[in-house]
């Protein structure tokens, strides 16, 4: 189960590869700013993740006309993200979770992806300034895709 609504989020830092090499990309750095986004997803280099990503890299204008911050995070390394984004034109900002410990503390674990290892489970959650979680989801599977329509309405909503 992801964490509830109404909780505290969990901090975290975590790496995204830039044009410029590795960069730290702290949670909390949006706090009192940006509302952020996070969806977790399983894998790059799979179908159903590249169509979500590609799909948010055509729609983040809206979410940045509702005032956020979009982070996608996987347990694939950086250099995999990159390679996957750039072979997909995907520009959102992907977040590396190798040690899978922000997947734990968001408790969206997938534990056996493609009957293989342990992943992120597709998951989203929006994130208000003040750090509290306003939307929490997980998927029933990793072939469904989030709410995105819940997603943009927390997103608008007052409070």
Avoid at 22 to 38: A, E, N, R
Avoid at 64 to 82: C, N, R, W
């Amino acid at each position: 189960m992801p964490l509830a609504t109404g909780s505290k989020a969990p901090d975290f830092t975590l790496k995204t590869k830039t044009a410029d090499g590795l960069k730290d990309v702290k949670l909390s750095d949006h706090f009192g700013q940006k509302q952020t986004v996070l969806l977790f997803f399983p894998a790059a280099f799979t179908g159903v993740c590249t169509q979500e990503m590609c799909d948010m890299t055509g729609g983040m204008g809206e979410y940045e006309k509702l005032g956020a911050t979009v982070y996608a995070i996987s347990v694939d390394s950086p250099f995999a993200q990159e390679a996957w984004a750039n072979t997909n034109k995907i520009k959102l900002t992907l977040l590396s979770d190798l040690n899978k410990t922000v997947t734990r503390a968001y408790d969206v674990v997938f534990p056996t992806f493609a009957g293989i290892y342990e992943a992120a489970a597709r998951a989203a959650f929006v994130i208000g300034q003040d750090g509290v979680i306003k939307y929490s989801e997980q998927t029933a599977t990793p072939k469904d895709l989030p709410n995105f329509a819940a997603v943009k309405a927390a997103l608008a909503a007052k409070g």
